[in-house]
């Protein structure tokens, strides 16, 4: 199948039509079409867009296209130079992650289908990082099948194990069989395969302190308890030796019982007293999706509270995961008691840890403590990524050509949008105040530009709002602007054309006559 005709059926099998495709990508959609029928090429960034829109990877789409193996697109991962460009676009990740700790938790479906054996692989990567790695792995279908090997009914109370005896007995076995597969798995060091010189050394032992549940409701969840505490200190030890640390989902009493623990409690418990940089769980689903079926990339705690605020209130029914009703509560809980990031993605694609963590758009979700996007006053720190968006624009024609040294000395008049700590957006208030009339002061609104890869998103609104903001905190009374190619979209936000003479006498005076820009003023 060709690159065009995957586009095209996995376009239909979400039921997306092309307008919508255009829309999300901020493409015609003619030329859509066109890229559709094969007609027309896809360049990286494109493709990169599609992808992202359709739910998928770039190289999900690319190695479908059998009719040019020997392209060289940085998504393939069968190009050579493919690699090398993904590698390189992945530095920034690996000298930001090098010490940090990570808290990976997944449910025993991991172990039951066969999947530790690939993931092992990609834990072997991010600890040749030097990642901090600690593990917490679930155990249910090996409970589920030992109770019924027993023909002991599996008794359930608010989504809670009811563990009686005979059922913890069960509990200790599957959770000791489980670990026990996870140490034999990442104990393997063979010749030409990933784990080849791994030496990965797992820690696990009595670190969870835990209490019961008591009786809720009336009923006594007997075994079954909920962490109350996590020995940190011996964890970091273990970690600064070099070791992964394993958790099972069970916890100890000071009185010397066991008690049966949630996946999720023990997983978030450990990242939040570890202070962990990450938190990643690994589930059925792709992550969480919108009430229109859309995969979000990212949400805050607060937007995640609310999302299930509204899943819960509306009346229609939700087509909504069991793993993100377990795993997004606990991501919020995580976040708002200090864990930065929490990853929601799926365990059924290869690698799709690598994918989240050394990719800029991600391969699930991501809730966060705080907004991934921020806006303030650029710095002198940020000349080079301004540079970087404005440079396309200014070979196109769109923006009048700075150098380094102009952007350098006017860096205060300069605002930029960051996405992760990384400049994608960058707009200038540039004032100009006549001595004439200085209650009519004005501002010239000038160099917005996004970054390619974040198109689409209401972006360049955002950093518009946030300048026009700025500008009347400043004591502006008008913005104006001067462009070749964008009049519509500052008309459509309220500027109106102008003659050159109602510009400030200064600003007249640099006007480029042979360039011809159009003038637009806008009353704040």
Not at 133 to 160: F, S, W, Y
Request: with cysteine; charged share 25%; glycine share 8%.
């Amino acid at each position: 199948m060709s690159l065009a005709n995957t586009i095209r059926a996995r376009r239909k099998s979400l039921n997306i039509t092309l307008q919508t495709l255009a829309e999300r990508v901020g493409a015609d959609a003619g030329n859509l079409s066109r890229i559709e029928r094969g007609e027309l090429g896809i360049n990286e960034t494109m493709l990169r867009k599609v992808a992202s829109a359709l739910d998928c990877s770039p190289a999900y789409l690319y190695a479908a296209d059998e009719s040019n193996p020997s392209a060289t697109i940085s998504a393939n991962p069968r190009s050579e130079q493919g690699f090398v460009n993904w590698f390189r676009s992945a530095t920034p990740y690996i000298h930001a992650f090098g010490g940090r700790t990570f808290v990976i938790a997944f449910g025993g479906e991991v172990i039951s289908d066969a999947q530790f054996s690939t993931l092992s692989h990609d834990l072997n990567l991010l600890a040749s990082l030097e990642v901090r790695l600690v593990l917490v792995h679930g155990a249910r279908p090996q409970i589920e099948q030992r109770l019924k090997r027993a023909k002991l009914t599996p008794i359930l109370h608010n989504g809670l194990r009811v563990t009686d005896d005979a059922a913890m007995e069960i509990v200790k076995e599957a959770n000791g069989a489980v670990r026990v597969e996870i140490e034999a798995q990442l104990s393997m060091g063979l010749i030409n395969s990933p784990m080849a010189g791994a030496d990965i050394r797992v820690a696990s032992g009595n670190f969870v302190t835990a209490k019961p549940f008591g009786v809720r409701d009336g009923v006594d969840l007997q075994h079954t308890g909920e962490v109350r505490k996590v020995d940190a200190i011996s964890i970091q030890r273990r970690l600064n030796d070099g070791e992964l640390v394993l958790l099972s989902p069970l916890g100890y009493s000071p009185t010397g019982e066991a008690f049966n623990l949630s996946l999720e409690d023990v997983a978030v418990s450990a990242a939040i007293e570890l202070d962990a940089d990450k938190l990643i769980f690994l589930m059925d689903s792709a992550g969480v999706h919108n009430l229109r079926g859309e995969l979000l990339r990212e949400m805050t705690a607060e937007k995640a509270q609310n999302f299930l605020k509204n899943v819960e209130a509306n009346e229609e029914p939700i087509n909504i995961s069991d793993d993100v009703t377990y795993y997004l509560p606990a991501a919020i809980r995580a976040c708002n008691q200090g864990v930065a990031r929490t990853h929601l993605i799926s365990r059924h694609i290869d690698g799709a840890i690598i994918q989240e963590l050394f990719t800029h758009s991600g391969i699930g979700t991501m809730v966060t403590e705080l907004p991934l996007e921020t806006m303030r006053q650029a710095n002198i720190d940020d000349v080079g990524g301004i540079l970087k968006l404005i440079e396309p624009l200014e070979n196109e024609g769109v923006l009048v050509r700075r150098g380094r040294e102009r952007i350098e000395t006017e860096i205060d008049h300069f605002y930029v949008m960051e996405h992760d700590n990384r400049t994608i957006g960058c707009a200038a208030i540039y004032p100009f105040a006549e001595s004439s009339n200085p209650n009519n002061s004005m501002a010239e609104f000038a160099c917005l530009a996004i970054d390619i890869q974040y198109r689409g998103g209401g972006r360049g609104d955002k950093l518009f709002n946030y300048c026009q903001v700025r500008a009347k905190e400043l004591g502006f009374k008008q913005l104006f602007c001067l462009t070749t190619h964008t009049e519509h979209w500052f008309i459509e936000r309220g500027f109106v054309e102008q003659p050159i003479e109602n510009l400030p006498q200064q600003r007249q005076e640099m006007y480029n006559f042979q360039r011809k820009s159009k003038v637009f003023v806008k009353t704040l």
